[in-house]
């Protein structure tokens, strides 16, 4: 996480539960509370998704739209940093062709050694970055597929949280994921892409 940890810490804790408080409509001071905690993580999801160039434009649109529409937050269904990577997820989906391009481009790039064994799909993305074959993989997912790998991957967020993040049921979360994590696999040929860089490099 690259926000505040400890304001992001106290917010989460006030706002997972039925009766925490949110933020409120007549307390701006609350809101910018949520911005400062917030603001470089989300900041930082975007800029692996679309690049730096676009990762400021489109956090500061996510916390304006979260602004805008806080009497819609929910905190039965989500905490509030779910909240916002689900209004930027959104936000990145009017970036798709861009995010496409930009995955096929860091296709190309060099994959960085590292002494990671890593057998799930997520924990590579994690790893490894969005480039290299891996990059090439992710770009030829369906969206859906892709921003839930990728909020799994990148902003380790749990299913449950995907699902409330998404606006999307559960197990349509797991499904999702499942097939997003086989197609990466058989576009890397079914091989561990961490042992090939090693290989490259040994």
Known sequence: MTGNPLAAARLDRLDTGP????PSLHDPDRFGEVFDAHYAEIRGYAAKRLGP???????SQTFLEAFRHRDRYDPARANVRTWLYGIATNLIGKHRRSEVRGLRARERLPVPGTDTHADRVDA???AQGLRGRLAGAIAGLPA????????????????????AALNVPYGTVGS????????????LGGTNPMREVEDDHG
């Open 124 to 126: 590579r993305v994690s």
């Open 144 to 163: 859906g597929e892709r921003d839930v790998l990728l909020l799994v991957a990148l902003a380790d967020l749990s299913h449950e949280e995907v699902a």
């Open 53 to 59: 160039d676009t990762a400021s434009d489109i956090a």
């Open 19 to 22: 009766a925490a408080p949110r």
């Open 176 to 187: 999702r994921l499942n097939r997003a994590r086989k197609k990466v696999r058989a576009a």
